[in-house]
């Protein structure tokens, strides 16, 4: 694994909830999340005639994507609240909004808008 030190952003939530997060995640980090989706994409409906991404969308499981929101909490979140232990569970249990908009940081993080 990377000894890189990466720089922390520190945000805060609407209602304050104070969300320390990884500049970026290594694609080693990024590999068992991109693991949720892609396994279970249904081979069957993949064939070389397939151009529609709505094909290959169809044919997953719609949690795959709840799973792979929280993976990524899970990896770029390093502290709620100052908090380090259990953060994926910690913003579990937050507001649903503030676990909404911290999904929607890190998710923003993962695929930058150019």
Not at 14 to 40: D, H, M, W
Not at 48 to 75: C, I, P, Q, R, W
Not at 107 to 112: A, G, N, Q
């Amino acid at each position: 694994m990377s000894t890189l030190e990466r720089k922390i952003i520190e945000k805060k939530t609407e209602s304050g909830i104070a969300v320390s997060i990884k500049e970026y995640i290594t694609a080693r980090e990024r590999q068992p999340l991109q693991n949720i989706l892609y396994r279970q994409v249904n081979a069957s409906k993949l064939t070389s005639k397939t151009t529609d991404a709505s094909e290959v969308l169809d044919s997953m499981d719609s949690s795959l994507f709840l799973k792979y929101n929280h993976g990524l909490v899970e990896v770029f979140v390093v502290s709620i609240n100052g908090n380090e232990e259990n953060v994926g569970e910690l913003a579990l249990d937050l507001p649903s909004t503030d676990y909404d908009e911290i999904v929607s940081w890190v998710s923003e993080m993962i695929s930058p808008k150019k």
